[in-house]
Every structure is written in C-alpha cells, then in structure tokens.
C-alpha cells in the first residue's frame, strides 16, 4: 500500500491534528503525516506533532510583507517535503485563489456546522440564534470561495436545551475528532473522489432509518 503524504496546516493547539496523527499511526491507514506547518511560531500544535516524532515547521505570516509572498513560501516547503494532500485544522488564515487553484483537489478542510449553514466565524452561536434543533460539522474539499467547496462527510448533535454555545462547541469537537480521520481515509483510499465539482462515493449506504431532535 502507498500511504500518501499529508501536511496539516494549523494555527493552535491543533486538537483535530491529533486525532489525525493518532489515525495515521495503524498499518492500515493509507495516509502518513509527512508535516505539520503553522503560521504562528506559538503554535502549541508544533509541540505536540514534534512528541509525536513528525516534522513541524512554522512559517509566520507576520514576517512577509503580503499575503502573496507568505503563501509562496508555504507552497514551497509543502513542494520541498513531496507532500500529495493538506488537511487544514484549525488554520486561521484566508487563502487566496493563487494557492488554493495550486492545490486544487488536493487539500481539504473541517468546518463545525453542517454546510452550506453557517459558513464563516462563530457558527455555535449562530446555531443557538436560529434555533436549530441539530448542528454539527462538515468535511469539505477547499475552493476559492469560502467555505463552499464540495462536502465528503458530515456529523450530527443535537441541540439541546439550556445549551450554550462552549457546550454546543464541544460535542461538536468530538465528532470532528472522529469524523476527519474517516474522511481522510476514505479520500486517500479512493472511497470518495472528486469529478466534476463533487465528491463521488465507490460505496453506497442505506438510507434507512432517521435523524430525530428530540429524540
């Protein structure tokens, strides 16, 4: 089996950058983490990849003087380590359509709603605003737009009364601890594969039974 090798670009602690590392780490995976980059020096996420024995590299944004020039020495040291695929977790920065059209079918993203709601920043509250009775988050190849790129797996939580968004945030942080792993797999093992702007599915699945909130 030829596992790829896959970056994951971070901004912090790099909670879903564990479970990534820690899904990696069985024979039968067929993705290794070649590197973790971060945009921040403080990173706690750079620690924690290095414990684990994997290279960690940081590349502060702040030392360049336009977002241009800081994403082409993010490309090039993706380029230098023959990385096939990036997984975004927790990166905080916006990219341009220079770097995202570079890698384009190559790096995918999680997200905590159920895209297409609540795109962008602070989708617990958001969620709480609406009174929707299920959140959760979304696996997505990244596009030029933001947030919008063509969906590979989702989880579901309920949302419950007397919620808070800290509450709502952390049931959704552990599906997303579950979930990218799977989507990884199943991306990397051919499972799910893009054409012609969506995610195409080797496998089926029933369609019996339901999602129910309350329930």
């Keep these: 089996m030829t596992r790829r090798r896959i970056a994951i670009l971070i901004s912090g602690r790099g909670s879903n950058m564990v479970s990534l590392i820690e899904a990696a780490c069985c024979p039968d995976y067929p993705a290794e983490i070649a590197l973790v980059l971060s945009n921040r020096p403080d990173a706690g996420g750079l620690e924690r990849a290095r414990a684990s024995g994997i290279e960690a590299l940081a590349i502060d944004h702040k030392a360049y003087s336009t977002r241009e020039s800081f994403e082409q020495a993010l490309d090039a040291a993706l ?18 359509p220079w770097f995202v059209e570079r890698w384009a079918g190559r790096m995918v993203n999680i997200h905590p709603s159920l895209l297409p709601l609540f795109r ?27 947030d919008a790129g063509p969906i590979v797996a989702q989880a579901v939580v309920p949302v419950v009364p007397g919620d808070t968004d800290h509450m709502l945030a952390a049931r959704v ?18 499972r799910a594969r893009l054409e012609g702007g ?18």
């Design 173 to 190: 942080l552990a599906q997303e601890h579950v979930l990218y792993p799977q989507a990884l797999r199943m991306i990397c093992d051919g």
């Design 79 to 96: 380029r230098e380590r023959d990385i096939d695929f990036i997984c975004l977790a927790g990166f905080m920065r916006v990219l341009t």
């Design 120 to 146: 962008g920043t602070h989708t617990h509250q958001r969620a709480l605003e609406e009174g929707v009775l299920v959140h959760g988050c979304t696996v997505h190849f990244v596009v030029p737009e933001l």
């Design 198 to 215: 969506r995610v195409v599915f080797a496998e089926g699945w029933s369609a019996e039974g339901s999602l129910r909130s309350p329930g």
